[in-house]
């Protein structure tokens, strides 16, 4: 099993770090798939905050791809134009058991055909871009599955869906085992008034009961 991390330039670190954390723990504490971070283009990938990451294989490369996910951030906007990509994105997807987007990555599995009739979430800024697209059920959750196909909110969002996703496809001891190797308990806290105050604040961060995600 092989699972596929794609990166492009300005992606944002979390949206692909968080889960690649939680995917490598797998492999190292319950057997989980070989991991790989994927890029058009060999060499240094720079990222939105200035990390640079060198990617393992490059889109002629690449194996096939039991599982992908695809991160968010600024580059996106670039990315949902790039055909090498979107082509990509496309082929893979045909063979993966499933494939994972984080925060405005949503957009690249749109604009690959890969979105459409599903239910999906993004980042909360973007909720409102991703209904406009009109064939996409957005809900307001931390993350959300329909079918093979999971979505997760902004950033950090991706370590929570990737966390349920190893859940679903290795079971809840395998989950637990990265969780506790991981030490990700995170806190409920919510620190100040804008996750209820602020008008585009998602329904999730609203009701912290929201803990499931929607199928």
């Known amino acids: 099993m092989t699972f596929g991390v794609l990166i492009f330039p300005n992606v944002e670190e979390l949206d692909f770090v968080g889960p690649w954390e939680m995917l490598t723990m797998w492999q190292q504490v319950a057997g989980g798939?070989?991991?790989?971070?994927?890029?058009?283009?060999?060499?240094?990938?720079?990222c939105a905050k200035g990390l640079s990451v060198n990617p393992h294989v490059t889109f002629e490369?690449?194996?096939?791809l039991d599982y992908l996910l695809v991160p968010g951030g600024q580059g996106t906007r670039v990315e949902?134009?790039?055909a090498k990509l979107l082509?990509?994105?496309?082929?893979?997807?045909?063979?993966?058991?499933a494939i994972l987007s984080v925060c405005t990555g949503s957009f690249v599995l749109h604009a690959a055909g890969l979105l459409a009739g599903k239910k999906a979430t993004t980042h909360w800024g973007s909720l409102e871009r991703l209904r406009a697209l009109g064939n996409v059920t957005v809900i307001?959750?931390?993350?959300?599955?329909d079918e093979n196909l999971w979505s997760s909110a902004g950033v950090s969002a991706g370590i929570d869906m990737t966390l349920a996703f190893i859940s679903a496809v290795a079971g809840e001891e395998s989950a637990s085992k990265v969780q506790l190797a991981s030490e990700?308990?995170?806190?409920?806290?919510?620190?100040?008034?804008?996750?209820?105050t602020h008008p585009a604040a998602p329904a999730y961060a609203r009701?912290?009961?929201?803990?499931?995600?929607?199928?």
Do not use: I, M, W
């Not at 082509?87 to 058991?97: H, I, L, S, Y």
């Not at 009701?207 to 199928?215: H, I, L, V």
């Open 33 to 46: 798939p070989k991991c790989l971070v994927v890029s058009e283009h060999a060499g240094p990938v720079t």
């Open 61 to 64: 490369d690449c194996p096939p």
């Open 80 to 82: 949902v134009t790039n």
């Open 87 to 97: 082509e990509f994105v496309a082929a893979q997807g045909k063979g993966c058991q």
């Open 140 to 145: 307001e959750e931390r993350f959300v599955q």
């Open 184 to 196: 990700y308990y995170p806190s409920t806290k919510r620190y100040g008034s804008l996750h209820n």
């Open 207 to 215: 009701d912290a009961s929201q803990e499931t995600p929607s199928k």
